[in-house]
C-alpha cells in the first residue's frame, strides 16, 4: 500500500507522533538527519517540501546535493514514467541497454577537457562504493597500496572511503583500516593549519605535499592515488583554491600518481561549472560521481583516463549497478541543467547569497566566516564574544549552531551541519531555487541567527 498522506482516522499530531515514534523504536541510533529534523513528508515540489502537519518548509538540503532540480521536477518525472510505461526491464546487472548508451553519451559530454579518453564504470548505488571502485582502480594500474588525502575530507563511510576521510570521531570506535594513508593539510583560511591563511598557505600546503613525495627521507613511500575534493562538503564548505588545486594536478602528474577527484557532492553544475574542477582547469585522472546524476535515484560512476584500465571483469561489482530509472533520470537531469542555463545560475545566485550573507556576518558576531562556491554555502558559528586567535579566528560554537538550525525549522527553512564541531550551518539549495525563493532563505536564516544569538549564554546582543 503506498500512503502520501495522514490516516483519516487520526489527527495530524498524533499520526506525525506515532511515525516519528516508531522510527526511533525501529531504526539504528545511527540515523543522523531524522534526529533533527522532526518532519513527516508527505508531498514535495522544487524546493518546497510538505509535512504531515500540513507545514511548508524551503529545503536547503537538497537531498545532500542529490536533487540538483529540486523535488518532482517534470523532467525527471516524465523520463521515468516514460520507462515505467514502456515496458523495458528495470533491473539489467550491467548489460548493455538503449537507456545506458544515453546516459553514458550524456555524460561523457561533461567531461573536464572533452569526452575522449575516458572509461566508465558503474558501481554500487551510493558514492561510497564509487570513491572504494577509484583507490581500486588505481591500486591495480599502479601496483601501489598507499593513498594521499587530506584534512577535512569525506568519501563516505564505508572501509577504503572512510579511512581517507579525515573525522576522527567516526573513525575512531572502529579498528585501524587496512589502507595505508598519508593525511596532508587541506587550505582552510579559517582555521589555517599553518596559523596564516591566504595564498602563502595555500602555497606552503603544496610546498609540504611536494616535499613528502620528493624527500627520500619523508618516510612517505610512493602512494597508488591522491584523492581529494575541490570544494569540502562535510568537512564545512571549504573550497580549495584553483591555484593549490593546480599545483596537487602539477606534482601528482609530476610523480606518476593518479589524481582522485570526488565530485559526489560538488557536481552537476552545484559550484557554478558542471565540474568543480573546471574552475581550475585541472583534468583529473579519475573523477568520482553519484548523487545528482542520478536525478534525485540512487547511481555512482567513476570516469578515469583509459590507460588506468587495467583490471580485470569482476574486480569491482554491485548487484544495482545498472539502475535503469536513475539512468534516465540521469540523463534528463544532466541535459536540463547544461541546455536551461543552471550552471550560471548556480554562479550568479551563489554570488548574490555570498554577499548578502557576509553582509549579515557584519552585522552577527556569532557568524565567523561566510565561503562557498556557487549553491554550496557554508556558515561557520564561533562564540560570539570570544578572543580571536592571530588570524582572527574564534571557537566553535557547536551549541550556538544547533540553535540555529532549530530556529531555521521554526521559520520554515531546512538546514543541515556540518564541519569542525559540527559547527558550519551549510545551504545546498536545488539549481532551480527562484529569485523570490532566495529571498525567503536569506530572510529567514538572518532571523533564526539574530534569536539564537540574543538568547545564547554569554553573548550580549
Known sequence: ?????????????????????????RESAARTYARTLPIVPVRADGMVVEGADGRRYLDCLSGAGTLALGHNHPVVVDAIRRLLDSGAPLHVLDLGTFEKDEFTTTLLDTMPGGPDGWRLHFCGPAGTDAVEAALKLTQIATGRSGVLAFTGGYHGMTAAALAVSANVGVKSPLP????????LPFP????????LGGTLAADLAARYAETMLTDPHSGVVPPAAMILEPVQGEGGTVPAPDGWLREMRRITAAQGIPL?????QTGVGRTGAFWAVEHSGVVPDVLVMSKAIGGSLPLAVIA???????????????????NQLAMVAGSATVRHVRESGLVERAATVGDRMLRELR?????QPAIGDVRGRGLMIGLE????????????ARPAAPDLARRIRAECLDRGLMVELGGRHDAVVRLLPPLTITDLQVDAVLARLA????????????SRR
Open 1 to 25: 500500500m503506498v500512503v502520501s498522506q495522514l490516516p483519516s482516522s487520526l489527527p495530524a499530531a498524533q499520526a506525525v507522533a506515532d511515525v516519528l515514534g516508531r522510527q526511533q523504536d
Open 176 to 183: 585501524r583500516a587496512a589502507i595505508e594513508v598519508t593525511r
Open 188 to 195: 582552510y583560511d579559517y582555521r589555517c593549519p599553518f596559523g
Open 260 to 264: 582522485i577527484v570526488d565530485e559526489v
Open 304 to 322: 578515469y583516463r583509459e590507460e588506468l584500465d587495467t583490471w580485470r571483469p569482476g574486480a569491482h561489482t554491485g548487484t544495482f549497478r545498472g
Open 359 to 363: 553582509l549579515l556576518q557584519g552585522q
Open 381 to 392: 558559528i564561533v562564540e560570539p564574544d570570544a578572543a580571536a586567535n592571530a588570524i582572527g
Open 447 to 458: 532571523d533564526a541567527v539574530r534569536v539564537a544569538s540574543s538568547g545564547y549564554p554569554g
